[in-house]
T-cell receptor, first 114, second 114 residues
Framework: DAGVIQSPRHEVTEMGQEVTLRCKPI?????LFWYRQTMMRGLELLIY????????DSGMPEDRFSAKMPNASFSTLKIQPSEPRDSAVYFC????????????FGSGTRLTVV | GNSVTQMEGPVTLSEEAFLTINCTYT??????LFWYVQYPGEGLQLLLK?????DKGSNKGFEATYRKETTSFHLEKGSVQVSDSAVYFC?????????????FGKGTKLTVNP
């Protein structure tokens, strides 16, 4: 299995531009999570899906952020418009679902907004 | 609510030293417990887990025992290597928490010097 695949690995964009991050979860995993990691705030859960349905988006910072999961093999996290304070590493993770399995994380997308 | 408290780092050790990273938790239910490791520039990887009291998770020479009486899940390794330098995260998943979300500690950075 190729694991959780995220793209791009690195993204540099100008303030005000739209940014789209992509994630392909492990086949057969029912749950998908988007995290943001910064030095100041550590790991933050932004949103999670179960069976392609958003379950909890309470961590999404503001309306500039949106996430979709149109099918079981693909999810996107979009920031529009982007701001310098959005600079962070964004991780996607997937899970079989349930409380015993833990998550498998992707390698992350390092976003820099200038 | 549920929470995880890890010892603050950074931790610096010499090669072949004994490692302990303390982790205690608060949970409303009977959680599953996890240790994740993040190597520089990578995503988090599941290192080990335990799902019930007195279970011992182990992997790559690391061990942690689920202690319900002390609500702890301390990570240990008898002889660390330079390649163990990374950030270690303790986490829990609580069936009575209402969702399968993992609650993470803030992470402990370990540096092992030759």
């Amino acid at each position: 299995d190729a694991g959780v695949i995220q793209s791009p690995r690195h993204e540099v964009t100008e303030m005000g531009q739209e940014v789209t991050l992509r994630c392909k979860p492990i086949s057969g995993h029912n749950s998908l999570f988007w995290y943001r990691q910064t030095m100041m705030r550590g790991l933050e859960l932004l949103i999670y899906f179960n069976n392609n349905v958003p379950i909890d988006d309470s961590g999404m910072p503001e309306d500039r952020f949106s996430a979709k999961m149109p099918n079981a093999s693909f999810s996107t996290l979009k920031i529009q418009p982007s701001e310098p304070r959005d600079s962070a590493v964004y991780f996607c993770a997937s899970s079989l679902g349930g409380y015993e399995y833990g998550y498998t994380f992707g390698s992350g997308t390092r976003l820099t907004v200038v | 609510g549920n929470s995880v408290t890890q010892m603050e780092g950074p931790v610096t050790l010499s090669e072949e030293a004994f490692l302990t990273i303390n982790c205690t938790y608060t949970a409303t239910g009977y959680p599953s417990l996890f240790w994740y490791v993040q190597y520089p520039g990578e995503g988090l990887q599941l290192l080990l887990k335990a799902t019930k009291a007195d279970d011992k998770g182990s992997n790559k020479g690391f061990e942690a025992t689920y202690r319900k009486e002390t609500t702890s899940f301390h990570l240990e390794k008898g002889s660390v290597q330079v390649s163990d330098s990374a950030v270690y995260f303790c986490a829990l998943s609580d069936p009575q928490g209402g969702s399968e979300k993992l609650v993470f500690g803030k992470g402990t950075k370990l540096t092992v010097n030759p």
